[in-house]
Each structure stands twice: as C-alpha cells, then as structure tokens.
C-alpha cells in the first residue's frame, strides 16, 4: 500500500512539474516547430544504422535528453538569450540548447524517482518522506540555472586574468608586421595551453573574419560572447582604430598600459577590503579560542580557590 501511494505521489508530483514547466515556457510558432521537426528528423536519418549499433548507452541517453529538451525548448527569442548565456560558459554546440533543457528535466524528474527507489530499496516507510519530492523536483529544476551562472562567472574571470597577456602578444605580433586578423589568430594558439578560455575566443573571432564576417561585426560578436567588461573596450578601440586609421600598434600599448593599471588598482582595492573580511572570522572563531587559552586557567583557578573557601566555612 504505501509503495502505491508512492508510486502515485511521485506520478503527481512529475505532471504538476511538466505542467509548470510546459505553462511557463512560451511555446514557438508552428513554422518553428515544423522545422524543428524536419530538421531532428534529418539528423536521425543521417545516422547509420552501423553507428545506432555500435553506439553506447552515453550516446543514447544524450540523444534522450536532446529529444525531451527539443520537446520543452521555447520560442526562439528565449533559446536566444540561453544560447547567450551558454556561449558565455564556453558551449558553443548546436545542441546546447536542447541539452540544457534536457538536463532540467532530467533532473527535475530523476531526483525524486532516485529517491523513492532507495528508499523502497532500504525498506523505509515511503509515506513519512512524500514531502522530500516536490522540494527535489524544484531542485533538480532550478540548479542547472545556478551552476551556469556560477560557469560564467568562473569563466569571465579566467579571461579578465588572461586578457593582459593576450594584448601583450597582440602588440608583439602587431609590432613585428602581422595584420590584425594573423596576430589575432597567432595569439589564439600561443595561448592554447596557458589560457584556453580566451585562446578559443579569440580562434573562433579569427575563423569567422576569415568566414567572410566583417572585422567590427566579428569584433562585437567577440565583445557580446565574452560579457568582460575590459574585452568589449578592447574591441570598441580595434574598431574605432581601424575605422580612423590610426596605428594599431600604439592604440594596442596604450590599451595594454592602462589595463595593467586598471589590474593594479583592483588588486589594491582587493587588498584594502581584506580587513574588512578577516574580522568576521576573527571575531566568531578565532577571538573565542583566544579568550578560552587565556582566561580559562584563571577562571579554574578561581573556581578552585571558591569552592575551597567554601569547604572550609
């Protein structure tokens, strides 16, 4: 009976979760969603048999997850913005989007089935823990949206860091009678291996002026993929150097000099605000331990000295 009412309660909780979810989403117009069809159903083909084979179960569960978050995706102008925000975090994939959404909803249902089957599994009574579910489903939907922007953060701070670096062998490149596009393409690969968030940046503005984009649109792009604050004043000076004509060269040092300033203040500013932090843990765990090393022998002794008197009256 009680393995029913889970069983009934987990199927409760995954449609109110489905509906939420599906009620939220916009959906896309039908042109979309035909073409979205047609174009899944090219892929699919375009598979061969010998691969569905020899395919792992890796590769299905991804195609599963790329199926359902194709199913749940919604209009363009969202997946938009998501796409934004994953290129942010370094996935670039065209199935970024539908992975996403995939995950979600994985998550969103395979946590609460994951923790009615342990329990069936330890023999725990099911009917005390239904609440755990509905707080695992909205777990397993809201945490993707966290780590992502955890990523982004992590990922724009490897490039603020590396940014210093990379104009350095841009002026060296630019110095030593490389145009824009050759220097921009040779520090991606000097920086591969020391900086690789900022080298695959950098690769991809490079392959997509060689593509046929225009140099400021490919720069703006650069600018917008990144979200640093300091990459999008070194595009807006390439574009405004190369639409004056002025040297590159010596836009690039003065770029590079009042970058290291702009590093140098922050890490002062870093510094200052340092002291500021250090008393919330001096004051509730070290200053205690401080106060029981140096008054708890006095304190004992005069307890003993008390309890003494107290004897002898």
């Known amino acids: 009976m009680a393995t029913a009412i889970a069983v009934l309660t987990f199927l409760t909780v995954l449609s109110l979760v489905l509906a939420v979810y599906y009620a939220l989403a916009p959906q896309a117009p039908p042109v979309v969603e035909r073409l979205e069809q047609l174009k899944e159903r090219q892929t699919i083909r375009g598979i061969s048999s010998a691969e569905e084979r020899k395919a792992p179960w890796g590769q299905w569960a991804r195609r599963f997850i790329q199926l359902v978050g194709q199913r749940f995706s919604s209009t363009e102008r969202s997946n938009g913005t998501l796409r934004r925000r994953l290129m942010r975090a370094g996935f670039y994939g065209e199935m970024a989007v539908a992975n996403y959404n995939g995950i979600r909803l994985a998550l969103a249902v395979g946590l609460p089935l994951v923790f009615t089957v342990i329990l069936t599994l330890l023999s725990i009574p099911i009917v005390g823990m239904m609440f755990a579910l509905p707080v695992l489903a909205v777990m397993g ?52 291996t020391a900086h690789p968030d900022i080298a695959q940046e950098l690769h991809l503005c490079a392959l997509e002026i060689r593509a046929g984009k225009p140099r400021d649109e490919a720069f703006r792009a650069l600018g917008e993929r990144t979200g640093v604050r300091d990459m999008k004043a070194l595009v807006a000076m390439l574009i405004q150097t190369e639409r004056f004509g002025t040297s590159i060269a010596r836009a690039l040092r003065v770029f590079a000099d009042s970058l290291r300033t702009k590093r140098r203040q922050r890490a002062e500013e870093a510094a200052a605000k340092t002291t500021i932090k250090l008393i919330f843990p001096l004051v509730f765990f070290i200053f205690p331990a401080i106060l029981i090393v140096l008054l708890g022998p006095g304190l004992i002794r005069i307890m003993e000295t008390i309890g003494a008197l107290t004897v002898k009256k």
């Open 141 to 192: 939907l809201f945490a993707p949206p966290l780590v992502l922007d955890s990523m982004i953060a992590r990922r724009r701070e490897r490039i603020e860091r590396s940014l210093a670096d990379a104009v350095d062998l841009m002026i060296a490149c630019v110095e030593a009678g490389l145009s824009i596009n050759a220097a921009i393409l040779r520090v991606a690969q000097e920086l591969k």
